[in-house]
């Protein structure tokens, strides 16, 4: 049913108001307790094998939505319904900004994938905070807050930047990450150079238990496909050195060239992010390095070009304790959550191993032995 709506309502319309008007119809529906815990009932099983611990959280599963679909934590319920396990909000900045002009998001329907320039267009981190300390949760999920640099703040001041959003957003976040690898913000892929990002991440560590000292916020951050091999293992060595819980791999790529894109000329030209089934590759290789390079001292999460269920095992079997989707809910509608966890579940079962956690980093471990 949703392939045929999306052939005949949403592939019709731009890109950008069709999310609107999907993301608004999910919020509708998880405003009525009725159809909320219906859909909930259908649309997010509990398979017990994926039950998942993680950055000292408990999760019915390890698989959640991406981050850029909620940017203003407007929709976790209506999320957490259509069965995400966790929810990443943002990129959220220190400022509101409106983004980078329209038209900024673009459909590549032959590659299943899509071109972002939206420039972390949201209402900033003190409204989001606002929102999140007035929110009462009606479905349970683990809710992620993605943190960026303001555009209009240079370069030399993006730690005061980072450091004003983590004051704020800290206390609400069940994790927080720091986003240095959007290529739709001027200069913010600079900050994942060791360099400049050590003192970021140090900045934001310490703000963050200062701003919460009662618990200890989980800090991750989200790096580029597009890192050379050398700098994916730099920053893990970084991650490590500094005590980080975690790394997201991989955030959109700015490669085209290589990708096998089938999509016209024009759209594939456009600037921006691309993300969806051509990222997969290198993101996957990106997660396989990090594993091979940390282990199990951090939580590595897989995000790129996340379809089925077989890419959702294949990043487990990679090294990811958590896995992330984004794109590829855009083409297959309201039941793909279910459909990965369910499929998921299925491919444990069917393994050697006896629970998720062991399964983690298995192929990567032999691929090294």
Aim: glycine fraction near 8%; avoid cysteine; charged fraction near 25%.
């Amino acid at each position: 049913m949703y392939a045929l709506l999306f052939r005949l309502l949403f592939r019709r319309m731009d890109p950008e108001r069709a999310h609107h008007l999907a993301f608004r119809w999910i919020r509708l529906a998880a405003r009525v307790p009725v159809l909320r815990t219906f859909a909930a009932a259908v649309l997010d099983p509990h398979p017990r094998n994926l039950r998942t611990e993680a950055l000292g959280l408990r999760l019915h599963s390890p698989f959640g939505l991406a981050a850029g679909f909620d940017k203003n934590a407007v929709g976790i319920d209506g999320m957490a319904m259509l069965g995400f396990d966790h929810v990443e909000i943002g990129t959220v900045t220190a400022e509101p900004q409106p983004g980078n002009p329209k038209k900024r998001l673009f459909r590549l329907v032959a590659d299943r994938a899509v071109i972002n320039r939206m420039g972390f267009n949201n209402e900033g981190s003190a409204a989001v905070a606002a929102r999140l300390a007035a929110r009462r949760p009606v479905l349970r999920t683990t809710v992620g807050v993605n943190i960026g640099k303001t555009k209009v703040v240079p370069e030399a001041e993006a730690v005061a930047d980072y450091v004003a959003s983590t004051r704020r957003l800290a206390a609400h976040a069940d994790y927080l990450v720091v986003n240095v690898s959007s290529p739709n913000t001027p200069g913010l892929r600079n900050l994942q150079a060791t360099e400049a990002l050590r003192p970021l991440l140090g900045a934001v560590r310490a703000e963050a238990d200062r701003a919460v000292p009662d618990r200890r916020v989980p800090l991750l951050v989200k790096i580029a496909p597009d890192l050379a091999d050398e700098d994916v293992d730099a920053v893990a060595d970084l991650a490590v050195e500094l005590g980080l819980d975690g790394i997201i791999a991989t955030n959109t790529t700015i490669a085209r060239e290589g990708l096998g894109l089938r999509s016209a000329p024009a759209l594939v030209q456009e600037t921006g992010g691309l993300s969806g089934a051509p990222v997969k590759a290198r993101s996957l290789d990106v997660l396989r390095r990090l594993y091979a390079r940390v282990g199990d001292r951090l939580v590595l999460v897989g995000v790129g070009g996340v379809d089925t269920a077989d890419d959702a095992w294949e990043r487990v079997l990679a090294g990811a304790t958590l896995v992330q989707g984004y794109t590829a809910f855009l083409y297959r509608g309201p039941f793909w959550a279910r459909g990965i966890k369910k499929g998921l579940a299925a491919r444990l079962a069917a393994s050697p191993y006896a629970t998720l956690a062991e399964a983690v980093g298995a192929d990567t471990r032999k691929a090294r032995a």
